[in-house]
């Protein structure tokens, strides 16, 4: 029982940091990524289908992002999505490709972006915090109704501890570096 509760709490640990990494490739650093519409939906012949779906999606520079439709019929449809979602570029296209040019970022710009960062990293660590505290309350209801020993259920909570540790302390290094790539000018 006990074997299996830390195997899940794993399991949900990872996910986070998992979830973390793909918000924190979502964040723009100032170099083209097409992670950045990802979360992006044009309508494709009625259905609400993201961009890289619809579309070949490629950094050619640092600067610059193509989108090649597949139909160039949803030229006008992909530039009013990118117009009207949050990442705050200005497509632009030549009838075939519609590009996205990616300005330097300002310095007060990085700041926000970095604070964004710092929340996304501090939000992992206490979805961390909750699996583990769901866990041990799993393990101490176990051992209320003495399906498990007190040994066996403080060793499980030492070994979720360190796990949740280790798993925070990754969680931190990744919000770390992602912060440095977009401090770096």
């Known amino acids: 029982m006990i074997e299996e509760q830390k195997k899940d709490c794993k399991e949900k640990m990872q996910l986070s ?3 973390l990494r793909i918000e924190l490739g979502k964040v723009r650093t100032g170099r083209a990524t097409t992670g950045i519409l990802d979360d992006i939906k044009v309508s494709y012949y009625g259905t609400p289908t993201p961009i890289n779906q619809a579309a070949t999606v490629a950094a050619p520079d640092s600067q610059t992002i193509t989108i090649q439709p597949w139909d160039a019929s949803i030229i ?3 530039e009013k999505a990118i117009l009207t979602s949050d990442i705050g570029l200005t497509p ?3 009838g075939k490709l519609v590009r996205l040019t990616i300005p330097p970022l300002t310095s007060e ?3 926000q972006l970095a604070k964004q960062v710092k929340k ?4 992992c660590k206490v979805a961390l915090r909750n699996i583990r505290r769901e866990v041990n309350d799993k393990i101490k ?3 209320k109704n003495s399906e498990v020993s007190e040994d066996d259920s ?3 909570h030492d070994e979720i501890q360190k796990m949740t540790d280790k798993f925070s302390a990754e969680a931190e290094a990744i919000a770390l570096a992602k912060e440095k ?3 770096e000018v």
């Open 120 to 123: 996304h990293g501090e939000e």
């Open 76 to 78: 006008k449809d992909i």
């Open 92 to 94: 632009s296209n030549d």
């Open 17 to 19: 940091l998992e979830h």
């Open 141 to 143: 209801a176990a051992e």
């Open 181 to 183: 790539d977009i401090l």
């Open 154 to 156: 403080r060793k499980a």
């Open 109 to 111: 710009r990085r700041q």
